[in-house]
């Protein structure tokens, strides 16, 4: 077996193409590799329509793969897909040299951007559940089991050890994942109290999400032009001309393909997203692949419950593209798409016009009707102070008036369900 480094930094890229392969995932790839800090020392571009069942890459290549390692004196192999463990092992047994596939090296890029306590558990637990599934890879010594005088009997294999001691580490990460994410819950519940809104920045990594934070709250937060500048989320408080007040929160950007691991790992920080009461949806406006990045987006968004939230679409960098400074409407004239560019300031004044006016509290009036079992929901509606007249009828059941903005309506709404059956006519409405 050859001789594992401990780290990798000079790297032969091998790129598989298909039909359907967007036209800058090669150059995506690039950015990765190198926002991980290896140096790229060839590129090898399979184009196969079927994937291989040994290599994934086919023997050919693989075999084109060793020659480059061998000839340019690589000690890293990093595939541009995703791989299973038993082609990741064949492909290493075949270049002799470390092969990672493009979820490793994401998940390793998150691992060096992790500052916060938070994160670097999240990182650590999707790495973790990356591994279990790769405990097999090139080790024999794995499958022996305890053997000699005093030591023969089932025992337990290597391979079981690890699995069981990191199977305990996971737990553990969780339940210290839990805790941090009741601590937000218990964050966000305080927003919501104060009447404070959150809005959210989303968009695909590099789509200029921090420098937007930047020229929207002066923070001064790291902004460079490279994937993944930003891990741990930063939230900072910005007036609204409109006079209320609201926490923007710069968040992780997403990429094609992101590893489901850190998407289940990282559940408490994209929480946030869903539990925002506004999304900016920020796009490389000169990107020439910017739909595609969007629609890559929106999945995300969908598979971590945040497509429903409100959302502007704000098209970035107006200043490397000839797309001028406007803003879209829709039927109803609510603005739903800004151009703005975050390094001329450019756009932003219209951008802070369309936050206020989306942030604009619709009031809705409703009377209820609780029974006496509902009384759990009674103390909410006053613990938020939207109670504005209540009667108390025969039977026992409490008949209430309330107003609240519309937010807090759609918030109780999804805690208890069965307010929409109790909302009574509003004939005798009186305040």
Not at 226 to 252: C, K, N, W, Y
């Amino acid at each position: 077996m050859f001789e594992r480094q401990q780290r990798g930094d000079q790297a032969i890229l091998v790129h598989p193409e298909q039909r359907d392969t967007p036209e800058d995932a090669l150059q995506e790839f690039v950015e990765l590799v190198e926002s991980a800090g290896v140096t790229v020392l060839d590129v090898i571009v399979s184009k196969r329509q079927q994937p291989d069942p040994r290599f994934y890459i086919g023997s050919g290549k693989a075999e084109e793969t060793a020659a480059a390692v061998a000839r340019r004196g690589a000690d890293l192999v990093l595939v541009n897909h995703h791989l299973s463990p038993v082609q990741e092992r064949n492909l290493e047994q075949k270049v002799q040299a470390r092969v990672l596939d493009r979820t490793t090296l994401i998940l390793d890029i998150f691992a060096q951007r992790a500052r916060s306590h938070e994160g670097k558990l999240q990182v650590e637990l999707a790495q973790l559940r990356h591994l279990s599934t790769r405990l097999v890879r090139g080790w024999t010594h794995l499958e022996r089991q305890k053997g000699g005088i005093g030591l023969r009997g089932p025992g337990e294999t290597q391979l079981e050890t690890d699995r069981r001691l990191l199977a305990e580490r996971v737990k553990y990460l969780q339940k210290r994942l839990e805790k941090v994410g009741r601590q937000r819950a218990q964050s966000r519940r305080s927003r919501q109290r104060s009447d404070t809104y959150q809005v959210s920045l989303v968009g695909y990594t590099n789509a200029g999400k921090s420098t937007l934070f930047n020229a929207l709250t002066g923070a001064g937060v790291l902004a460079e032009d490279r994937l993944f500048a930003t891990l741990d989320p930063t939230a900072r408080r910005i007036e609204l001309e409109s006079g209320l007040e609201a926490v923007l929160l710069d968040t992780v950007g997403f990429v094609r393909d992101l590893p489901h691991e850190l998407v289940a790992a990282f559940k408490a920080t994209l929480q946030e997203s869903r539990e925002a009461d506004l999304l900016l949806h920020v796009i490389d406006s000169a990107d020439s692949q910017r739909q595609e990045k969007e629609r890559q987006v929106e999945q995300v968004l969908e598979e971590i419950d945040a497509d429903r939230v409100p959302q502007i679409r704000v098209y970035n960098k107006i200043d490397l593209s000839d797309r001028p400074v406007e803003t879209q409407r829709d039927a109803q004239g609510i603005i739903h798409t800004v151009a703005v560019s975050a390094v001329t300031g450019e756009g932003m004044d219209e951008l802070l016009q369309a936050i206020g006016q989306r942030l604009q509290p619709d009031r809705v009036r409703r009377e209820l009707c609780l029974q006496p079992g509902e009384g759990a929901l009674r103390a909410r509606l006053y613990q938020l102070d939207v109670v504005k007249r209540e009667e108390i009828l025969e039977d026992g059941q409490w008949r209430l008036q309330v107003e609240m903005d519309r937010r807090n309506w759609n918030r109780l709404a999804h805690e208890w369900p069965q307010m929409e059956k109790l909302e009574e006519p509003l004939e005798d409405w009186q305040l």
